[in-house]
T-cell receptor, first 114, second 111 residues
């Protein structure tokens, strides 16, 4: 399977704990995006990478969120000191080329903070 | 800021019916994308549009890039049960912007 993969698919954590999610993009894709989606809404952009460089971060991304893409391949998104408001689906997408055109999404990681 | 208005919010359809939904923006867009999302899954890209007036098909799905560049339409012909889900439009005014998303159209099969 050459699609975008995400791990884990589901995560339940207690408030205050740290969590880390992984995304493996389509292998030849140089751009990788993280989104957050809550029920009944479209995806909200969080951040994106071109190769290993993080080129843009949304104002929605608080200091508790950090993302890395160390070798320009897979990426991790870490949330520190989770809050109940962080409960959402976290989606990763990838695309090829120099523009933010066709983005292909992974299955998402559903985070529940209790 | 940029906004996309997607309508209708939801539709009840009977199997075999044709379905239409649309998306409008307050400014000119260079790209329109249509995605479908099933519960608990990520969005799946259905159709991408890059030129005003462009009409593109993917099986029973047809999408058009409006001539004013401020709207796009998605039609589904002869709907089947697996068409149920949420359809999102997305696009941007130029390639330097991140995608702007509509709120989705939920397709539900009438019992």
């Amino acid at each position: 399977d050459t699609g975008v993969s995400q791990d884990p698919r589901h995560k339940i954590t207690k408030r205050g704990q740290n969590v880390t999610f992984r995304c493996d993009p389509i292998s030849e894709h140089n751009r990788l995006y993280w989104y957050r989606q809550t029920l009944g809404q479209g995806p909200e952009f969080l951040t994106y990478f071109q190769n290993e460089a993080q080129l843009e971060k949304s104002r929605l991304l608080s200091d508790r969120f950090s993302a890395e893409r160390p070798k320009g391949s897979f990426s991790t998104l870490e949330i520190q000191r989770t809050e109940q408001g962080d409960s959402a689906m976290y989606l990763c997408a990838s695309s090829f080329g120099q523009a933010n055109y066709e983005q292909y999404f992974g299955p998402g990681t559903r985070l529940t903070v209790t | 800021g940029q906004q996309l208005n997607q309508s209708p919010q939801s539709m009840f359809i009977q199997e075999g019916e044709d379905v239409s939904m649309n998306c409008t923006s307050s400014s000119i867009f260079n790209t329109w994308l249509w995605y479908k999302q099933d519960p608990g899954e990520g969005p799946v890209l259905l159709i991408a549009l890059y030129k005003a007036g462009e009409l593109t098909s993917n099986g029973r799905l047809t999408a058009q890039f409006g001539i004013t560049r401020k709207d796009s339409f998605l039609n589904i012909s002869a709907s089947i049960p697996s068409d149920v889900g949420i359809y999102f439009c997305a696009g941007h005014p130029n390639s330097n912007y991140q995608l702007i998303w509509g709120a989705g159209t939920k397709l539900i099969i009438k019992p």
